[in-house]
């Protein structure tokens, strides 16, 4: 039980160009889901969290207008880089607990690469 | 505000040797302490919790970590390694307030030699 999916598990895509990634809760309700971004050889830094249903919350320094959240059911959701460029290459990775629950569960990431 | 520090960005042991990798917490609120571990472009997997039951946590694959509040620790030991341990592992606090965020150390690669 309490599996994460991510998809796609790896993106490349072109200056400029939109990049929607996908959180799904695969055998529970996400009341609340977070996503992180990971640098090569870094620790995991948590960009936003968002409840169903309600607009996501976003740690300091993160352009909330860059990277859209959306999450709109409760296995459901979406991470958008908007205009992305070459800086914004990372590992990200999702993870969603149940209401009352204290532990997330971690999808398998998404690796972007942009050129 | 919650804080972890990991002691040593890289641990090295011999196969069969007893693993340490050392996690100190800072937390104004009794904590939630995770320990997960993460191989090479993998998301990360649970080790183990300690969420203010027994101070002595055991977890998956052998390993253990003790909640030391008066030493605001929360290490990851293993007696014996093996060579599947090699990865990255990472320590966590979290609290039972609000949307339970994570924060997470910096991280320790644990290498396992033959």
């Known amino acids: 039980g309490a599996v994460v999916s991510q998809h796609p598990s790896w993106v490349i895509c072109k200056s400029g160009t939109s990049v929607k990634i996908e959180c799904r809760s695969l055998?529970?309700?996400?009341?609340?889901m977070f996503w992180y971004r990971q640098f090569p050889k870094q620790s995991l830094m948590l960009m936003a969290t968002?409840?169903?249903?309600?607009?996501?919350?976003?740690e300091q320094g993160v352009e909330k207008d860059k990277f859209l959240i959306n999450h709109a059911s409760l296995t459901l959701s979406t991470l958008t880089v908007t205009s992305a460029h070459p800086e914004d290459s990372s590992f990200y990775i999702c993870?969603?607990?149940?209401?009352?629950?204290?532990?997330?569960?971690f999808g398998p990431g998404t690796r972007l690469t942009v050129l | 505000a919650q804080s972890v520090t990991q002691l040593g960005s890289h641990v090295s042991v011999s196969e069969g040797a007893l693993v340490l990798l050392r996690c100190n917490y800072s937390?104004?609120?009794?904590?939630?302490l995770f320990w997960y571990v993460q191989y090479p472009n993998q998301g990360l997997q649970l080790l183990l919790k300690y969420t203010s039951a027994a101070t002595l946590v055991k977890g998956i694959n052998g390993f253990e970590a003790e909640f030391k509040k008066s030493e605001t620790s929360f290490h990851l030991t293993k007696p014996s390694a093996h060579m599947s341990d090699a990865a990255e592992y990472f320590c966590a606090v979290s609290t039972n307030q609000g949307a339970q965020k994570l924060v997470f150390g910096q991280g320790t690669r644990l290498t396992i030699n033959p």
């Open positions: 968002s409840n169903e249903g309600s607009k996501a919350t976003y």
């Open positions: 937390s104004s609120v009794p904590p939630y």
């Open positions: 055998d529970f309700q996400a009341t609340t």
């Open positions: 993870s969603a607990k149940t209401s009352g629950g204290n532990e997330q569960f």
